[in-house]
């Protein structure tokens, strides 16, 4: 039996969405995920335990929550992106590489 579950998530960058996104595309069971940003949800439609959903996104944010879940409806397929910065602060790393200028053989 598919149902809808509605979990509330903050998303605050792509960084963000593409790791709830990777999380909850490992469950089995799930045969759509659509991300809303704007309202901060995420919306999974499939067999798959909401109870496993929520655990999964929870891993990553601590603040995630079960809105609803219910029989799925159909909707319409609109998909807006709306412009958000880059990466949040705790999706932000930065990485310190030094640069080796002697990585050329040195036996000739």
């Not at 963000?16 to 704007?38: F, N």
């Not at 930065?94 to 990585?103: A, L, P």
């Amino acid at each position: 039996m598919s149902k809808k579950t509605v979990v509330s998530v903050q998303l605050l960058c792509s960084k963000c969405r593409q790791k709830v996104m990777k999380l909850i595309a490992t469950i089995e069971g799930i045969t759509s995920i659509v991300l809303d940003p704007s309202k901060n949800t995420v919306t999974v439609i499939g067999e798959a335990d909401p109870v496993k959903i929520i655990c999964k996104v929870r891993k990553f944010r601590k603040s995630a929550s079960i809105m609803s879940v219910g029989p799925p409806k159909e909707e319409k397929k609109d998909m807006v992106i709306p412009c958000t910065p880059k990466v949040c602060q705790r999706c932000d790393v930065w990485y310190v590489v030094s640069d080796d200028f002697y990585g050329y053989c040195t036996i000739m």
